[in-house]
Nanobody, 124 residues
Framework: VQLQAFGGGLVQAGGSLRLSCADSGRLFSRSTMGWFRQAPGKEREFGSVIAWRGLNTYYTDSVKGRFTISRDNSKSTVYLQMNSLKPEDTAVYYC??????????????????WGQGTELTVSS
């Protein structure tokens, strides 16, 4: 397994949680990394993305201002800090790697490696 996501769990609305995704493959420091999520009965949707140097990020409107994506290239790990969580944030969260991509992208088809997903449940 190349990408392993972890850190999900059960949290109350208004709470915080940090997800991590470790990449054991190559080219992490030259890859755009993203977080997507899939709620029950819904399609996987884009959440946030970070460029390979960590200087550029982009968020979907529903998480902007509450979630922060970051990365540590020395640890080949990308993080998602989630604050002010809402019940509608409940989903399985997936990290993805767009290997060798130097620009931001929100398209799932641009991500060629995926983690196994980590589940977040936000109770009201």
């Amino acid at each position: 397994v190349q990408l392993q996501a972890f850190g999900g769990g059960l949290v109350q609305a208004g709470g915080s949680l940090r997800l991590s995704c470790a990449d054991s493959g190559r080219l992490f420091s030259r890859s755009t990394m993203g977080w997507f999520r899939q709620a029950p009965g819904k399609e996987r949707e884009f959440g946030s993305v970070i460029a390979w140097r960590g200087l550029n990020t982009y968020y979907t409107d529903s998480v902007k201002g509450r979630f922060t994506i970051s990365r540590d290239n020395s640890k080949s790990t990308v993080y998602l800090q989630m604050n002010s969580l809402k019940p509608e944030d409940t989903a399985v969260y997936y990290c993805g790697a767009a290997k060798g991509m130097s620009v931001l992208t929100t398209r799932p088809e641009d991500f060629d490696s995926w983690g196994q997903g980590t589940e977040l449940t936000v109770s009201s």
